[in-house]
């Protein structure tokens, strides 16, 4: 054998060799790989920041990034710029790829068959798409008038103008029920007060957000509420105004310490957890998922700088437990 081919022999050993131990990519390695694709940034603090938030604790929980890879795209506003994306992702061999935003569903129903081993997940909604045949895509959403509601309930005990402003969003989603629930629990702990609520007709528009709270404090709110990241402006108005805030998806409290009551935080490992779960098993998708108060996937944080009244602060822990245990009921839709 000449000197030549017994090198060439031996270099092919040795990469079988590394194959067999696994060093030759992350299939083998036990890495996890994820990404995430989102409408605004990472520091939102509202919808996006609540899922990338939840990816890295998972990431922490799991040992660090040396067993999970976690990559990002934000301000992923365009969709196609986000359908882009998220075929690239799939076609690197990403394990898990989440869509942050139920506008990127129809682009899932066209990427989603051509990676049947790669497990994407998207919400708020409830299409994992199994009606048409596509079985590697989960869904989710968030109960969010569960913590909407108690924190209408808080509101309707602390307005002293008995006028309370809502800034929306668009009408749709989580965005809707939130509010929705945000006017019951109003409804339900003062039924004098007035709940002024305006949808701006955009999830990003934080000029227009800041407008519509001008025009609720002008109006006589002294108390303000509101979904989705175009929401700073409308926080920073209510600081500028002494306007209290209740704030939901993340915790707001850092943005205006001073006037955040409280905040429902979404926390979406309890989905995400169980996604993986699944996938350890060779499942990709087909399940519905929704993060409620009782399963944990929802959070009434306080603000522990905001001196809320003890009786107000029992009224919201009574309301979160009759919720849990199905005794409260909200009258939502009606």
């Known amino acids: 054998m000449s000197r030549k081919r017994g090198l060439t022999l031996l270099f092919v050993l040795l990469a079988l060799l590394l ?11 036990g890495m996890l790989r994820v990404a995430v694709i989102m409408p605004s940034s990472i520091t939102d603090l509202a919808f996006s920041q609540s ?7 998972i990431q922490a929980d799991m040992g660090g990034e040396e067993k999970m890879e976690l990559v990002y795209s934000e301000n992923m506003f365009v969709v196609d710029d986000a359908a882009a994306a998220i075929r690239d992702y799939a076609s690197e061999g990403y394990d898990l790829i989440v869509c942050h935003g139920s506008q990127y569903g129809s682009s899932l129903q066209e990427i989603a ?22 079985d590697n895509v989960f869904a989710y959403e968030a109960a969010s008038h569960e913590g909407g509601y108690v ?30 629930g945000f006017v019951a629990g109003v409804k ?20 227009l957000a800041s407008e519509a709270a001008s025009t609720h404090i002008s109006a006589g709110a002294d108390l303000l509420s509101g979904t989705a990241q175009m929401v700073v402006g409308a926080i920073g108005k209510a600081e500028e105004n002494g306007v209290l805030w209740f704030g939901t998806q993340s915790s707001q409290t850092s943005l205006a310490p001073s ?12 989905v995400l957890n169980d996604i993986i779960d699944q996938m350890e098993n060779e499942v990709y998708g087909g399940t519905a998922y929704a993060i409620t108060l009782e399963n944990g996937g929802q959070v009434i944080e306080f603000n522990p700088d905001f001196d ?7 009224l919201a822990e009574d309301t979160i437990a009759g919720i849990r245990d199905g005794s409260i009921t909200i009258p939502i839709g009606e």
């Open 188 to 207: 339900a702990s003062n039924p004098d007060a007035q709940v002024n609520v305006n949808y701006i007709g955009s999830f990003s528009d934080v000029a």
């Open 51 to 57: 899922i990338y938030d939840a990816l890295t604790k």
């Open 19 to 29: 194959s067999a131990c696994g060093a030759g990519g992350d299939d083998d390695d």
């Open 113 to 134: 068959p051509d990676f049947p081993e790669t497990a994407f997940a998207h919400g708020t909604t409830v299409n994992t798409f199994v009606d048409e045949g596509i």
């Open 259 to 270: 006037i955040v009551v409280a905040n429902q935080i979404y926390d979406w490992t309890v």
């Open 308 to 314: 809320l009244p003890d009786d107000v602060k029992q």
């Open 151 to 180: 924190n209408g309930v808080m509101a309707g005990k602390l307005t002293q103008s008995n006028v309370i402003g809502v800034v929306g969003p668009i009408e749709t989603g989580d965005a809707k029920l939130y509010v929705d």
